[in-house]
């Protein structure tokens, strides 16, 4: 009414003025919508015995501040995680006896924030134990944090940013560093540092010999193939249109800045180091095995390329490369099977050209082949029966639209301009309804389907 900041509305049937918070209050956070207003309004739910919520933005995290200093800042954290969303949920809790407040009676959050760099708020317990001074170390790797990022005992893996893939690292990083099976399992109950320090301390040396018997010791080996493999096999030999199994990207070069010869023997050079690029799909009585091309694939530079033939032609897993590497006057294209390759492995490829083309640091050498890798662990029979049972029955589920067994990958690209009205709706969609881009296009595809 007065643009003050302050949001609410007028009750016309009242004729009182509802205030809903301030407008400054409603930030975007790592890729997330928040209201710092509604947040502290879950927390002081979520946590009863506070008799006050504070929360605010500290750069790239968020930072929640109650009343009293009696509160047990674990079981507050506990019960915060089970109140929001994990990217929403505050990074470091802060417990005092009083909050400080403007002259005109409100927080005074500029000053609470202030507070938070003071070495005399004591909001986290210490890391004490060598096994949390190594999880330390190992979460700071895998989830890339600064050192001024503060990591305790009671400091939440999800919180500080990690997610279901960042769990899978952690697990075989943590077995490698403690030679010893510390599970996925192990990493998902056990979010706080100070008891997946204590799991793992826990852990008995029958659990070590199992793991290095188990694992250890049954490598893939030289004409093995993964269970995930074999699977990708059987469907392109059932020939459902195996364009759709292609990973594929193009990228347009400035001719004035890439030298093309230069990038083109740096592919060659990362193609040469990794085995795995020349792989190929054959049966042996019966069972799936992999050999290889007796030279490394190389990339081919053309005058033109034709893009959409070079992302949509087929692999022949028995006789070709499973990646092409194509480099034209003004684009490169990367295509890779999906047999072998996916985001993270494009990841480290492109990671590598970088490194290989500039020549700013040696690259480093292989140290673990793909045939060392090991697919083979035992599954728990408690997880084993759990799926069994939550799966059971489910044919006979009503479903939205008729289901069919797939007949086929093959179809047809078709490429159709948004218009701009249209774009700003989706904008709005995903910003109110937390979605990504990603997510909102499966839904209008389904939807046009």
């Known amino acids: 009414m007065y643009k003050t900041g302050d949001r609410g509305y007028w009750n016309l049937y009242s004729g009182e003025i509802h205030c809903l918070g301030r407008t400054d209050r409603q930030i975007k956070l790592r890729g997330f919508r928040l209201d710092l207003d509604d947040l502290e309004i879950r927390v002081a739910r979520a946590v009863p015995e506070s008799e006050a919520v504070a929360i605010f933005r500290k750069g790239d995290y968020l930072i929640a501040v109650l009343q009293p200093s009696s509160l047990d800042v674990p079981s507050v954290r506990s ?20 909050f400080p407040l403007t002259p005109a009676g409100k927080l005074d959050y500029k000053a609470l924030d202030a507070m938070e760099d003071t070495p005399t708020l004591k909001s986290m317990v210490p890391v004490l134990s060598r096994t949390e001074k190594v999880l330390t170390q190992a979460w700071r790797q895998i989830l890339h944090l600064d050192s001024e990022i503060d990591i305790s005992a009671e400091s939440d893996f999800i919180t500080l940013g990690g997610h279901s893939v960042l769990q899978l690292r952690l697990a075989n990083h943590l077995s490698t560093i403690f030679k010893r099976s510390v599970s996925v399992k192990t990493v998902i109950v056990n ?11 826990n852990s008995t040396e029958a659990e070590d010999m199992d793991f290095r018997s188990s694992i250890y010791e049954r490598p893939l080996g030289g004409n093995g193939v993964s269970p995930i493999e074999q699977d990708w096999f059987w469907k392109y030999k059932a020939g459902l249109g195996t364009s759709a199994f292609n990973v594929s990207c193009v990228y347009a070069l400035d001719p004035a800045v890439v030298d093309r010869k230069r990038l083109g023997r740096a592919w060659n050079k990362i193609m040469a180091r990794h085995k795995v690029l020349r792989s190929r799909y054959t049966l042996c009585g019966g069972m799936v095995r992999r050999t290889y091309g007796a030279v490394p694939p190389r990339a081919r530079r053309v005058k033109r390329a034709k893009i959409r033939n070079i992302i949509n032609a087929e692999f022949d897993l028995e006789s070709e490369d499973p990646i092409r590497i194509i480099i034209s006057s003004r684009y490169m294209v990367v295509c890779v099977s999906h047999i072998i ?33 090991c697919w083979d662990g035992p599954i728990d029979a408690s997880i084993t029966a759990f799926w069994k049972s939550y799966l059971s029955g489910i044919y006979g589920l009503a479903k939205p639209f008729p289901q069919h067994l797939r007949q086929s990958y093959a179809g047809a690209s078709y490429v159709s301009k948004f218009l701009l009205s249209s774009i700003t709706a989706i904008q709005y ?7 990504t881009y990603h997510q909102i296009a499966l839904a209008l595809i389904s939807l046009a389907l």
């Open 79 to 98: 019960k915060i995680s089970r109140a929001l969303p994990s990217y929403a949920a505050p990074r470091r809790i802060i417990v005092l006896d009083g």
């Open 341 to 373: 390759c996916d985001l993270t492995t494009l990841r480290a490829l492109f990671k590598e050209l970088v490194t290989t083309y500039t020549e700013t640091l040696p690259i480093a050498s292989v140290t673990r082949s793909y045939e060392d890798t």
């Open 429 to 435: 969609v995903a910003d109110k309804y937390n979605l």
């Open 191 to 201: 979010s706080a540092l100070q008891n997946l320090a204590k799991a793992i301390d």
